[in-house]
């Protein structure tokens, strides 16, 4: 193995690998060792521009901490995220579909019961979230597990303020009729985070960096494919440039004026208040006796 040149480096770096732990392994080394080739044949980088690149992603690693995630910010803003996404989710006709799990999810928030308060009260005008969990059958679904987080009305996540304090993020559980309901914050719209690396690139490719107003879902049941998704507000802006490309028209929602029964329960109850509501529909798991494909 020498004397390589443009022409057969490709060949000589895929058999490199033809003794790869595992078929996957193997499969996926050959595929990202084509297509970084083809694409580095396709722009002919100088020197410079290969330098740039490796410091590009060297950055991005650097900014990533307990609560900043520059490759999530990266894969999404590219459109991978969502590609993987859909990949991965052909769900069949009347499941909720997903998006984009993003970069501020906290595993194991805390568990509240229904009709908790989520948010602080000075992070916005409250919202009732509300909704139902059901399977294909239309079948309510008791104790599923949805998990709720949002941004406050200037568009932050609690860890972007403070990376100890929780707030408008928590798991509730549904009822025995499937039902389940919190109160949060009107969320904004907002830019994700714009001072690495990736912000960087928005602005030379000329695009801005917000996403539409909306409150993250991940909604758990036992014998259930499990829903990461969102719900957009129909008023937002942005819709028709969410800069990570996850919107999606049926997962849009009209924030209607919550019931007064469930409004007196809330933060004021002598105000209206704004509902964001959802039925979620959650397909069947897969059968356990299918063959899977082998994990790397
Ligand atoms: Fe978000």
Request: net charge negative; proline share 7%.
């Amino acid at each position: 193995m020498r004397n390589f040149d443009e022409h057969n480096i490709t060949n000589a770096a895929i058999d490199s690998v033809r003794e790869a732990r595992s078929p996957r392994i193997k499969e996926i080394s050959e595929s990202l060792i084509r297509h970084l080739h083809d694409f580095v044949r396709d722009i002919e980088p100088t020197q410079a521009e290969w330098k740039h690149a490796i410091d590009f992603l060297t950055r991005a690693g650097q900014m990533c901490s307990a609560t900043r995630q520059e490759f999530i910010l990266l894969s999404d803003t590219l459109g991978v995220s969502m590609l993987v996404d859909a990949i991965n989710h052909r769900l069949p006709s009347g499941a909720t579909e997903t998006t984009v799990l993003g970069p501020f999810h906290v595993a194991h928030a805390p568990e509240v019961a229904n009709g908790a308060m989520i948010s602080r009260a000075e992070e916005g005008p409250p919202l009732l979230i509300a909704g139902s969990v059901r399977n294909l059958q239309g079948m309510p679904i008791a104790d599923a597990v949805v998990d709720i987080w949002h941004a406050d009305d200037a568009g932050f996540y609690d860890v972007q303020k403070d990376e100890t304090a929780l707030s408008s993020r928590a798991r509730v559980r549904t009822d025995a009729g499937g039902n389940f309901h919190v109160f949060g914050v009107v969320p904004a719209a907002y830019p994700i985070p714009n001072d690495g690396p990736v912000g960087n690139m928005l602005e030379s490719q000329g695009r801005h960096p917000y996403r539409p107003a909306h409150v993250h879902f991940i909604v758990a049941a036992p014998g259930h494919v499990t829903l990461v998704t969102h719900l957009f507000l129909q008023d937002s802006e942005y819709l028709d440039s969410d800069v990570v490309f996850g919107t999606k028209d049926s997962l849009i929602e009209a924030l209607n004026v919550a019931p007064a029964e469930l409004a007196a329960r809330g933060p004021k109850p002598q105000e209206s208040m704004a509902m964001l509501q959802r039925n979620f529909v959650l397909a069947d798991a897969l059968d356990p006796r299918k063959p899977q494909r082998q994990l790397i």
